[in-house]
């Protein structure tokens, strides 16, 4: 795990040394251990690419990036892990190749020279990487199938530049930044974020998920594709029991390789199925091995997940380690957080999960493990009932449908009311849709925005929405998963995780997170992934059992690292008063009527919300990024 930049400038680059030492330092978290810097001079212009190290797979010298290939023609930064690194390397030694180091980072570099563009579907892991081939001037560059590992870019009529985080592109850029407001509304209003390219910053992208780029150093031309997309066709006729076992297998595998290491390695434990699963299969490939956990838990909370901690620890002879959360905590490491994450987001549970990477390193660990992905790819959250029933009227199964509906909502936290709706929002158009949210109430622009400011900016004042996708009849479950990888939701968790545990130098790996599991599990029958009676991650309770205790596996909630939100900010309220009198000066955020909301929270006038977690994220963050 590591943090990677470059700049091309073609001509002069004004205080070019300074800027990527600034760079490099805005980097310093996510690679502690080692850093480089290779600079090429080109007849109209010069490349710099740099790299800070966090030690991992070949601690040894040999694995220092920036990576040249033997013959010089290839230079390489590389940030995130390929764990068949191993398999490739015989493969490529097969082919003639000699691979000198024990190292991934060489074996992506001679895949590279090897296959080019078609190494990608070879890897298994997370990555975000950039080459620049002297041969043809050109810059290659890929973001791994999910996002896991990030990459930022900018671009003028002269010069590109990239990173691992936004404010390491900011100092390379040498701009002033500016705030793009399209992002900052649909923040404050309604709480999207890290729904596509765009960033909060105006001129500063995201690579997407399975996506790579060519920047062209000659016509300083910037070409993106998609090189990888989830499958849900065509569906595999296995039995339900058969299934569950190839799950088992495909979880196991790559578990094994996820557990590949020369440092200390341990697991994010939340006492729900997702991690729990993930502890449970390495206790089953490791039988003697001690395994860490790290736990949050909400201490005197009916949130707090500890029994499950408990329980799922001691089932698998753990060692655990647990930490709680005050108010006076999170009010100290506020700034610090929001700073980290680099961008706003969406709850406090961030924090938890900052805190616990932060345990987690303080115990020595390296290498944590955990099970994001798993709602994506298993059917997971609450079931997604509205994909499911169109589903199964589209096959024209109307009883088959109304019976889920029924049957799902007889679920802990749901209605059937709620299903309802979500079936019908399957069949509204886009206007019908934005119609129907106002008259119940909803409001696209709250009074503490103004509209008109924005509107007059060229900002759309509406409610965020994809529209459901085109696809095969009974394949609208599956659709909405796939879709889910890389459209809301999944971006930002993967975001959350990336900071929060490189602000420890701690690396973070998702096993469920590979393109075998995703293709295998999309394409599996609708009712394998949510039961007809509307239990979520059907398929994955049943690969799990023996590995997972049955009353984990027989769980009707869904916690994770929840906070008491409410308590920990209201508890906080004069310090919070503070933070939202900070002055911005934007013309569309109206702080007076900020205040007025706060307070009528604070007197109980109001119903508390996470919009008041995004006014403090917000102001936060503004004043540290644009108030000078």
């Not at 795990?1 to 470059?6: E, R």
């Amino acid at each position: 795990m590591c943090g990677i930049l470059g700049l091309y400038g073609a001509g002069r680059l004004d205080n070019a040394e300074a800027r990527l030492k600034l760079g490099l330092s805005k980097l310093g978290r996510r690679g502690p251990d080692d850093h480089g810097l290779s600079s090429v001079w080109l007849p109209d212009g010069q490349m710099h690419l740099g790299h800070t190290r966090l030690s991992v797979i070949d601690l040894t010298d040999a694995a220092h990036q920036p990576m040249a290939s033997r013959d010089g023609r290839f230079l390489l930064v590389f940030n995130g892990e390929i764990y068949n690194y191993r398999e490739l390397r015989s493969e490529l030694q097969s082919l003639g190749r000699h691979v000198h180091s024990a190292s991934d980072t060489e074996v992506l570099l001679q895949a590279w020279a090897q296959w080019g563009q078609a190494a990608l579907a070879r890897l298994v892991g997370m990555f975000a990487f950039v080459i620049f081939d002297r041969e043809t001037n050109l810059l290659h560059g890929a973001r791994d199938a999910f996002g896991i590992k990030p990459l930022y870019y900018h671009q003028d009529d002269r010069n590109f530049c990239f990173a691992s985080e936004i404010p390491a592109v900011q100092a390379l850029r040498s701009f002033t930044p500016a705030l793009d407001w399209q992002i900052a509304y649909d923040y404050l209003a309604h709480g999207a974020y890290d729904t596509g390219e765009r960033t909060f910053f105006a001129e500063v992208r995201a690579l997407p998920p399975g996506h790579r780029f060519t920047y062209d150093l000659d016509s300083q031309r910037l070409d993106l594709q998609r090189w990888w997309s989830p499958k849900i066709a065509p569906v595999q006729r296995l039995t339900i029991d058969d299934a569950a076992q190839a799950l088992r297998s495909h979880l196991l595998d790559s578990v094994r390789l996820h557990l590949r290491s020369d440092v200390p390695l341990g697991a994010a434990l939340s006492g729900g199925l997702d991690s729990s699963t993930i502890v449970g299969c390495m206790r089953h490939l490791e039988p003697e091995a001690t395994i860490h956990t790290f736990s949050f838990v909400a201490a005197g909370d009916s949130v707090s997940e500890e029994q499950w901690v408990d329980r799922m620890t001691a089932h698998v002879g753990a060692v655990s380690h647990k930490l709680s959360i005050t108010p006076q905590e999170l009010a100290a490491d506020l700034d610090d957080m929001i700073e980290t994450q680099g961008e706003p987001f969406g709850s406090t549970s961030i924090y938890a999960q900052y805190r616990v990477f932060q345990l987690a390193r303080e115990h020595g660990v390296t290498v944590t493990l955990d099970g994001q992905g798993a709602d994506e790819l298993c059917g997971g959250y609450v079931g997604y009932p509205g994909p499911r029933v169109r589903s199964l009227l589209d096959e024209g199964q109307w009883l088959g449908a109304a019976a889920f509906l029924r049957d799902w909502g007889r679920w802990p936290g749901r209605a059937s009311l709620d299903g309802f709706k979500a079936a019908v929002a399957e069949y509204t158009s886009d206007s019908a849709y934005q119609t129907l949210r106002r008259v119940n109430g909803a409001k696209a622009c709250p009074p503490w925005l103004d509209g008109q400011v924005l509107a007059d900016a060229g900002v759309a004042l509406r409610f965020p929405r994809e529209l459901p996708p085109q696809t095969a009849p009974g394949r609208r479950l599956v659709a909405e998963l796939a879709r889910s990888l890389h459209g809301v939701g999944l971006p930002g968790l993967l975001r959350h995780g990336d900071r929060n545990s490189m602000r420890f130098s701690v690396e973070s790996r998702v096993p469920f997170l590979t393109t075998g599991l995703a293709d295998f599990l999309l394409t599996l029958p609708e009712e394998y992934l949510v039961s007809p009676q509307g239990e979520t991650k059907h398929l994955l309770r049943r690969a799990m059992r023996g590995l997972v205790p049955q009353e984990v596996l027989d769980r009707r909630d869904k916690i994770g690292f929840a906070t008491p939100e409410q308590a920990w900010l209201l508890q906080m309220a004069p310090q919070v008063r503070e933070w939202l009198r900070y002055p911005l000066g934007l013309p569309f955020f109206r702080q007076d009527e900020v205040l007025k909301a706060f307070d009528q929270v604070v007197a109980g006038q109001r119903p508390f919300s996470w919009q008041v977690w995004r006014w403090i994220n917000f102001t936060r963050w503004h004043a540290r990024h644009f108030a000078e």
